[in-house]
């Protein structure tokens, strides 16, 4: 009975400590990140005693960040992470080693030895996925570039970990380890990347469609569950980041029909168990350390924040990051991060480290930590002060019909449109430098994110008409429709679609009026092609806009069966064969009506040579 009791208390305390610490440090502006480590530290064994084994709840909320980079693998479709190879292991590299470089200095002042000195450089180097990512979420920047930034890095640090655990026995046996070990290892780990790779082409799309056909939501989520934990379990078995595997397990369903169930399924169990690794963070950060070497200990944590500011900032220079993106950037990756428990561990374990010299390195990374999110809330709140008072900042109120959110390649298009038939639009976009440039052009554009309920009121959406939605960001654009449809009911919203994903996104918001940004550009090519091989332009047009209404029609018709893949793929080809039995028929009735073939150009005649008239006064 007693240890029955003591299983139910610890979940009982750590639920009290998220109920009761995020709320508070929410309504104080300093987050829930700093809510949940404040928690942690409260908890622990050297301030209340209520858990006095913070390593155990450490475990169970490590998965909440095999969740969390699941569900980022969810969002990179297979091509999109192709495109994002070069900051991946281009800019991902140039930080790892940049910052590695910078430290090793505090490091020799912590241990004269290079082999330790090198192994803390490695592990100060890491920053944390789980608080840039949760940052991202809960500051909603994760469509910026900075946003995208900071994840190739993480991602980059996932395949670094792998070299760098490598690295700590060969260090501590003086470069002379089991060669042959090592690459067993490296062979295993190989395998066992093929094996996700293959597995989520061959197996886990026939298995999520058996499973979603038997109708019962509970055992999708458990199937969910269990398809996260063991990649993960995989993973670990060979050596390698358990979020390395669940994140290719992610990349390999994002283009699959089950990616918003499985988002759906696991977007609570996330949060929660991030919650929990952050409390068990806090539990283990060592007050003691802090009370015996405060100096030593603030000494490394502005070290680690200087060296690797340095080599961030210059990174963001040449990565060309807007100014206002680049402290977000900057801070999220200048942090400890919970790799370099890992790795500090185990350099204790090998020897490389002793028990103070460990402590402290983890003290700086968990004060990193801690630190991060009131951080970044400071320096927003003096970037917000700093563009209040600038002339891109949207101050009065506007009175315009149509308002513009986002002005990329197709809100310009738009806003061009309306510009030269006399309507004004309040145009609003969260890219400083692409403000900035328009300006120069003479367009009155502003800067601000259009997910602000502030913002939208400011730049009319109460009396406006119309509100455009045409930013980039897909996530972006479905809570801008979101927020439109419940605060302004009577804006009529037009918004644009990246995909079908997408366009059935919007559609569940609400929004009818949608058009998919490739769909007309496409017809227009495919116009000119027909004319080329000789059909008029006008019978032309008259077919491509026939395929637009059918392809817009069958779009409908497919919505609420868009979970189920068979009936998609039957739908598809008989909406096909109905399509090309109606055009054949149209074309019959143009041949009939006109004669022969009218949807074609008429055979030119030779032209005929005018009479050679008689020259007067020659012979």
């Not at 961030?312 to 220079?317: D, E, G, I, V, Y």
């Not at 009155?444 to 502030?454: H, I, Y």
């Not at 919007?506 to 092609?529: H, K, N, P, Y």
């Not at 055979?603 to 050679?612: A, D, F, M, S, V």
Request: glycine share 8%; aromatic share 6%.
């Amino acid at each position: 009975m007693e240890s029955h009791g003591n299983w139910l208390m610890t979940p009982l305390v750590l639920l009290a400590a998220a109920v009761l610490a995020v709320p508070l440090a929410r309504g104080l502006k300093l987050g829930a990140i700093l809510g949940y480590l404040v928690a942690g530290v409260l908890l622990g064994p050297q301030v209340l005693g209520l858990i006095s084994h913070p390593s155990t709840v450490l475990e169970i909320g490590e998965f909440g960040v095999v969740l969390m980079m699941f569900l980022v693998g969810l969002e990179l479709e297979p091509k999109r992470l192709w495109a994002m190879r070069r900051p991946i292991f281009g800019w991902g590299s140039a930080q790892m080693l940049g910052c590695a470089a910078l430290l090793l200095v505090p490091a020799f002042w912590l241990d004269s030895d290079w082999h330790t000195a090198v192994i803390a450089a490695l592990g100060l180097a890491m920053s944390s996925t789980a608080v840039a990512l949760a940052v991202l979420a809960e500051k909603n920047l994760g469509g910026t570039r900075a946003g995208q930034s900071v994840i190739s890095v993480a991602l980059l640090q996932d395949i670094a970990a792998i070299p760098v655990l490598a690295l700590v026995p060969l260090l501590a046996s003086q470069g002379r380890p089991a060669a042959g070990h090592n690459s067993a290892k490296l062979w295993l780990a190989l395998g066992a990347l093929v094996a996700i790779v293959l597995g989520g082409r061959l197996l886990l799309r026939p298995l999520l469609r058996w499973i979603a056909r038997s109708g019962t939501p509970e055992i999708f989520t458990a199937a969910s569950l269990l398809l996260v934990l063991g990649t993960a379990a995989l993973m670990q078995k060979v050596g390698l980041s358990m979020a390395l595997g669940a994140f290719a397990a992610g990349v390999l369903l994002a283009e699959s029909e089950y990616r918003r169930a499985l988002e759906a399924d696991l977007e609570p169990f996330k949060g929660l168990l991030l919650g929990m690794f952050f409390i068990a963070v806090g539990m283990g950060l060592d007050l003691t350390v802090l009370w015996e070497r405060p100096m030593m200990v603030l000494g490394l944590l502005a070290a680690l924040w200087i060296c690797k500011g340095l080599v961030l900032f210059a990174l963001a220079r040449l990565m060309d990051l807007p100014k206002l993106e680049r402290p977000v950037f900057v801070i999220l990756l200048a942090q400890g991060g919970e790799f370099g428990f890992v790795v500090f561990q185990l350099a204790e374990q090998a020897t490389l480290l002793d028990a103070a010299q460990r402590s402290v390195l983890v003290a700086a990374v968990a004060l990193s930590l801690a630190l991060t999110p009131a951080l970044l809330a400071w320096v927003q709140r003096r970037a917000r002060q700093q563009t209040r008072s600038s002339p891109h900042e949207l101050k009065e109120q506007q009175d315009s019909p149509v308002i513009i959110a986002g002005f990329g390649r197709y809100g310009q298009i738009i806003g061009r449109v309306l510009n030269a038939n006399g309507v004004s639009a309040t145009v609003l976009d969260h890219d400083a430098d692409t403000v900035e440039s328009l300006r120069r052009f003479g367009w009155r554009v502003f800067w601000g994110d259009a997910t602000r309920l502030e913002l939208l009121r400011i730049a009319g959406a109460d009396t406006a008409h119309v509100l455009v939605i045409a930013v980039d960001d897909v996530n972006h654009s479905l809570k801008i429709a979101e927020l439109a449809r419940e605060q302004f009911p009577h804006l009529q919203v037009v918004a644009r679609a990246r995909n079908v994903q997408h366009y059935y996104g919007l559609r569940e918001l609400g929004v009818e009026m949608i058009e998919r940004e490739t769909l007309d550009s496409a017809l227009m090519s495919a116009r000119s092609v027909m004319e080329k091989i000789g059909w008029t332009p006008h019978a032309a047009r008259q077919l491509a806009m026939r395929f637009r209404r059918h392809s817009v029609e069958q779009m409908e018709a497919m919505r609420p069966h868009r979970g189920d893949l068979d009936t998609l793929i039957a739908m598809s080809k008989q909406g096909r064969q109905q399509l090309e039995e109606r055009l054949a028929q149209e074309r019959r009735a143009m041949a009939d009506g006109a004669g022969a073939r009218p949807w074609q150009e008429p055979e030119r005649q030779p032209e005929q040579q005018p009479e050679q008239q008689p020259q007067v006064g020659r012979p």
